[in-house]
């Protein structure tokens, strides 16, 4: 601006405006060398370089508003998207013979080996990126593609969904996980050494690690392997048709094969209840052993039973897959499938079955058949909850296991089961982002989704309830109880209960607790064949306190602890018993209840065992409680509780009723009217509750722990929980809990 100045103050100068700057200006060029000619042409250069520049700097501030402010999509548009790029303009990749093969899928792969969870990073919203790669047509030299259909239409589902959700980024560097834009759907499709040769040219494929591949249709003829045959390196799965021996538990995902029925056809959503049908088999290449095994339960049964097939005599014109046939009469498919309670999904040449969506959406429930077969979406779903898992080898039994299932028990699984497919069967975009949403949870675990979240379906929000000891209202993660039965060496009392307990429905797992160091369990092919799994665990120390250890077998919330003599409970009283735990996790749930009381002429605390209005203590040789209690006892009891209780071979269960009354503030529960556990088969010598100083003895457990605690904790209560209809004059056969034992 100076040199500015100057050029204008030296114009004035000349021109007779005769300012002070001016003249000076004037006078030093006047005195120049090379004359005052030379001056207007210096002028009109100056001028026209500083106009230039200004013009430059405005004309670069208004691009850059313009720019700012226009309507414009540039990071909303993905560059795949089908809708704005054809699959025909995608770029053509030639692949060499020569080009790379990844290694086949690595078995051992686990979320902490074969997956970079430093990519994912920490972000506000717990979520993890997902990166989806550009659309590209691979062929190999001669020009052949890779495969055979291109990009799918359920693949191209799958991918906007993504695209269109929050694990979205076209951020790359952002990226957490890697979808590839080649479609792996169905490797009937594929060329599978090309394909393996295009993953392995992805520009950040690094031996498969984070990346992500779908299948539903995994293997080919003859064998028909259970997961994709295409080598992929480290990535993980997403697969329809995993076996035990193919899935890589907490890293690969069991997805359900997609129905195109589901699209094409609306099911509304029918009301619980009976149906027309018992069973129904609607599936059409099953194995000539199962067709002729269902055949007879056919002839046995009657018309309890639906077997169909294809139709061989349709007109012309009318579509195969919508037709089912039974001796000439033809059936809308999948529409049969709302009139049965119960539909067969047998396994067929692989182990994921199309048909399993068309009865989940029917609201049947599913009876599956397929052994070894990882269930859609295992990792989160409580497929007790929505259908019946049956052996193979137990087909001829089919029938009978069915209708021991309860009608309400039933109703509830067939409300589970129209709620699973509406949430994560129904179309491609619920089954990818529930993929991704379970990879979320394991990389985000403490935002992750909890057991209800995932299976309970939206009806009521309890966020102003608040559990006292911070439990939920019902068990997460596994449902089911988990019987742990003390025993020493009394192994026929011990069969006797592990026949009994097999028979309550919700009995998830039996766990013996072998507490007897010189003499070894029976051998396995003696115990009591059950439908559960069974373990023995043998203890290093004959102690009681050993039946409420934190064994890492239990993996269910709820525990059943019961004793190897306790055989006159019935499955009914079991049953409800859990049923009230369920309702109130956080208390102990038992049958004898027994009550304590203040001697004044003592001045002390007393057991009570008689006949009394009151309870405040419930025996843990038959009750539920929390598995948490397990950890409190073991590590956390007061004083020197746990020690007295091993030395003494007593009162185990007196310190148990202490321990969760002083926690939770409240007392237990009692259930069904019975009051003591009558055992006529037991001796004196078998029995310890018939010792002359037991109940000396469980006085003096009150009084001790009461000094323990510093305060009697123990409350009392003059209720119990029975079943609604229990003394009504009602069939019994309409009861839910008709056998509730005596007193």
């Not at 006529?680 to 000094?707: W, Y």
Request: a neutral charge; proline letters at 7%.
């Amino acid at each position: 601006m100076d040199e500015a100045k100057r050029t204008r103050n030296a114009e004035g100068a000349i021109t007779g405006r005769h300012t002070g700057f001016g003249l000076i200006m004037c006078a030093s060029v006047k005195y120049s060398s090379r004359g005052p000619a030379l001056i207007p042409r210096m002028k009109t250069k100056h001028r026209i370089y500083y106009i230039t520049l200004f013009s430059v700097v405005l004309l670069g501030l208004i691009a850059t508003g313009m720019f700012q402010f226009w309507p414009h999509s540039i990071e909303s548009s993905p560059e795949w998207t089908l809708d704005r790029r054809s699959v025909h303009d995608a770029p053509l990749v030639k692949l060499p013979v020569s080009s790379p093969i990844p290694e086949r899928g690595d078995l051992s792969c686990r979320m902490h080996t074969c997956f970079d969870v430093y990519r994912c990073g920490y972000n506000p919203k717990n979520r993890i990126k997902v990166y989806i790669y550009p659309l590209q047509r691979f062929v190999d030299e001669v020009g052949v593609p890779i495969s055979s259909t291109g990009l799918s239409r359920e693949y191209n589902d799958l991918l906007s969904a993504i695209s269109d959700s929050d694990f979205y980024t076209d951020d790359v560097t952002r990226a957490c996980l890697f979808v590839p834009s080649i479609d792996v759907l169905n490797q009937n499709s594929l060329r599978v050494r090309e394909t393996a040769q295009a993953l392995a040219m992805l520009p950040r494929w690094d031996k498969g690690m984070n990346h992500l591949l779908f299948n539903m249709l995994p293997g080919g003829p003859p064998d028909y392997n259970t997961a994709l045959d295409v080598p992929r390196d480290r990535a993980l799965l997403a697969g329809g048709g995993f076996s035990t021996w193919t899935y890589r538990q907490g890293y690969d995902v069991s997805i359900p094969v997609y129905s195109p029925l589901s699209a094409e056809v609306d099911l509304p959503e029918k009301q619980p209840g009976p149906r027309r049908y018992f069973i129904l088999s609607s599936q059409t290449a099953i194995h000539r052993e199962y067709r002729t095994e269902l055949e007879r339960l056919k002839e046995e049964n009657g018309e309890a039973l639906l077997l169909l097939d294809k139709c061989s005599n349709l007109s012309q014109g009318m579509a195969s897959a919508r037709k089912r046939c039974y001796k000439g009469q033809v059936y809308d498919y999948p529409q049969i499938l709302q009139e049965s309670s119960f539909c067969v999904v047998l396994r067929g040449a692989r182990l994921g079955q199309a048909t399993l969506s068309d009865v989940l959406q029917a609201g049947c429930v599913p009876v599956i058949m397929a052994d070894s077969y990882i269930l859609p979406f295992s990792e989160v779903l409580d497929w007790k909850r929505a259908s019946v898992v049956i052996p193979e080898e137990k087909l001829p039994e089919m029938y009978t296991i069915l209708k021991s299932i309860p009608h309400r028990q039933v109703e509830e699984m067939q409300r589970q089961a129209r709620w699973f497919w509406e949430a994560y069967f129904r179309s491609m975009k619920a089954i990818g982002l529930t993929t991704l949403q379970i990879i979320n949870d394991r990389i985000y675990p403490y935002a992750a989704r909890t057991y209800e979240e995932w299976n309970n379906p939206p009806v009521v929000k309890w966020s102003s309830v608040n559990n006292p000891l911070f439990l939920p209202l019902i068990p997460p993660r596994s449902p089911g109880f988990t019987a742990v039965v003390l025993t020493y060496d009394r192994v026929e009392s011990l069969f006797r209960v592990i026949t009994e307990i097999s028979k309550v429905p919700s009995l998830a797992k039996l766990l013996v607790v072998w507490n007897n160091q010189n003499k070894s369990p029976p051998e396995e092919s003696l115990w009591p064949k059950i439908a559960v799994p069974l373990r023995v665990v043998r203890t290093k120390e004959n102690k009681l306190s050993n039946r409420f250890f934190p064994f890492d077998e239990i993996e269910t919330e709820a525990v059943l602890a019961i004793d190897d003599d306790i055989i006159m409970l019935t499955s009914d009283e079991l049953q409800f018993g859990y049923e009230v735990w369920r309702e109130f996790p956080d208390r102990l749930v038992g049958y004898p209840g027994r009550l304590h009381l203040w001697d004044h002429e003592m001045g002390k605390w007393k057991y009570e065992s008689e006949w009394t209005n009151e309870v405040s203590m419930v025996l843990t040789g038959a009750a539920f409680y929390h598995k948490y209690f397990n950890y409190l006892y073991t590590y956390k009891m007061p004083g020197d509780i746990k020690n007295w209780v091993d030395a003494h071979m007593n009162c185990e269960d007196i310190a148990m009723n202490f321990l969760v009354a002083n926690i939770t503030g409240k007392a237990p529960i009692k259930v069904t009217p019975r009051k003591k556990f009558k055992c006529p088969e037991c001796t004196a010598i078998d029995g310890l509750s018939l010792d002359q100083t037991h109940m000396v003895e469980r006085s003096e457990c009150i009084n001790k722990f009461a000094s323990v605690f510093g305060t009697m904790p123990l409350k009392v209560v003059e209720h119990r929980a029975d079943p609604v209809l229990y003394k009504d004059d009602f069939p019994e056969k309409l009861k839910s809990f008709p056998n509730i034992g005596s007193l």
